[in-house]
């Protein structure tokens, strides 16, 4: 089974350090997104790739958070200087297909990480 | 722009009775619409989607859908619950055309489910 992957799945990090997440997507699929979800809430929307390009990002990716997508394969999420607010569940999914078109999307397993 | 209600988090039925599960939405362009279950420590999978077309759409593990334009509503059942479908349901929107396909999500629901 070659569905999404992310790692690490768990996260614990000390207030004001960085940190860095890596997601695979499935090998054909051009469209990566990321999400972050937070206790008793759904997945908000941060950032989307298409290919090695990043297309757009939500208000909630302040300037500590930066998503890379080298080539258009394997992306990684950093946060930097971590605050406690930071804690939650990292999403990571791709698509393919073409845009305004329903493909779905598929998740990965999320890295829940903790800032103690 | 799109949002997602699901009233009531959390919904607790018998094994064998039927799974009600609300979801209403806004969006102001025609909407794809979408139910993810999330069990714990686990990413999302898709339980099914609505388009175009037949308004009543029917996912895995006997879920089904039906998506009410006038009510904007697009609320999930399933006629016998089982133990198994203990888990949280997402409901979400995106947009039907342009824009990056980003989902929108509701809250969610945690359902559980009684012997």
């Known amino acids: 089974d070659t569905g999404v992957s992310q790692n690490p799945r768990h996260k614990i990090t000390k207030r004001g350090q960085n940190v860095t997440f890596r997601c695979d997507p499935i090998s054909e699929h051009n469209r990566l997104y990321w999400y972050r979800q937070t206790l008793g809430q759904g997945p908000e929307f941060l950032t989307y790739f298409q290919n090695e390009a990043q297309l757009e990002k939500s208000r909630l990716l302040s300037d500590r958070f930066s998503a890379e997508r080298p080539k258009g394969s394997f992306s990684t999420l950093e946060i930097q200087r971590t605050e406690q607010g930071d804690s939650a569940m990292y999403l990571c999914a791709s698509r393919g297909g073409r845009e305004g078109l329903p493909y779905e999307q598929y998740f990965g397993p999320g890295t829940r990480l903790t800032v103690t | 722009a799109q949002s997602v209600t699901q009233l009531g988090s959390h919904v607790s039925v018998s094994e064998g009775a039927l799974v009600l599960l609300r979801c209403n939405y806004s969006s102001s362009v025609p909407p794809y619409l979408f139910w993810y279950v999330q069990y714990p420590n686990q990413g999302l999978q898709l339980l099914l989607k609505?388009?175009?077309?037949?308004?009543l759409v029917k996912g895995i593990n006997g879920f089904e859908a039906e998506f009410k334009k006038s009510e904007t509503s697009f609320h999930l059942t399933k006629p016998s619950a089982h133990m198994s479908d203990a888990a949280e349901y997402f409901c979400a929107v995106s947009a039907h055309t342009g824009a990056n396909s980003k989902l929108t999500f509701g809250k969610g629901i945690t359902l559980s489910v009684r012997p």
């Open positions: 609505y388009t175009t077309g037949a308004t």
